[in-house]
T-cell receptor, first 112, second 115 residues
């Protein structure tokens, strides 16, 4: 069975500060991991994905995530937050098939 | 431009009424999905379809029905049996990557409200 835990349903950072959104997973098979972003009343947009190649994955909009098997984590980071980063972020795990398990989301607020 | 379209953006349902949400994709993806999103609960899978004329129930299929007559289209019907239909509905499609994994892409969503 697979599961995803996103620590912190709400995160606030100052503009220009580091963004760190946490995701821990559980999987009995090698996982595939994804981060999506959702702006209000819109669909989910793929930020980045881990597919067992490089453990440090770079995505769009300056985001990146590092797969750490020993910590079962896939945290999302961005060195400098921008006002336009304010959104909800979802982590998802898959065994490679059609079945995705989504976390409950983290809402990021960026303070001016 | 290739993408996934959902219509309508907002939909209102009366008691006892069936309503149908449209999802179309021109990405040539084989698989398509329907999710329900409620505040604080993430996304829950309603139905998915890997090929035309075939679909499988997800985690919360009760009160919903789907069809897949064309590769591009995967409409979702919310029936009167669904007692709490108010939610944001997301359609997705997926492509198989070079390492064999499915990557899902999402449409803009339909918000369903009960009158």
């Amino acid at each position: 069975a697979q599961s995803v835990t996103q620590l912190g349903s709400h995160v606030s950072v100052s503009e220009g500060a580091l963004v760190l959104l946490r995701c821990n997973y559980s999987s009995s098979v090698p996982p595939y991991l994804f981060w999506y972003v959702q702006y209000p009343n819109q669909g989910l947009q793929l930020l980045l994905k881990y597919t067992s190649a490089a453990t440090l994955v770079k995505g769009i909009n300056g985001f990146e995530a590092e797969f750490k098997k020993s910590e079962t984590s896939f945290h999302l980071t961005k060195p400098s937050a921008h006002m336009s980063d304010a959104a909800e972020y979802f982590c998802a795990v898959s065994d490679g098939t059609y079945k995705y398990i989504f976390g409950t989301g983290t809402r990021l607020k960026v303070l001016a | 431009d290739g993408g996934i379209t959902q219509s309508p953006k907002y939909l209102f349902r009366k008691e006892g009424q069936n309503v149908t949400l449209s999802c179309e994709q021109n990405l040539n993806h084989d698989a398509m999905y329907w999710y329900r999103q409620d505040p604080g609960q993430g996304l829950r899978l309603i139905y998915y379809s890997q090929i035309v004329n075939d679909f499988q129930k997800g985690d919360i299929a009760e009160g919903y029905s789907v069809s897949r007559e064309k590769k591009e289209s995967f409409p979702l019907t919310v029936t009167s049996a669904q007692k709490n239909p108010t939610a944001f509905y997301l359609c997705a499609s997926s492509i198989t990557g070079s390492r064999g994994q499915e990557t899902q892409y999402f449409g803009p969503g339909t918000r369903l409200l009960v009158l």
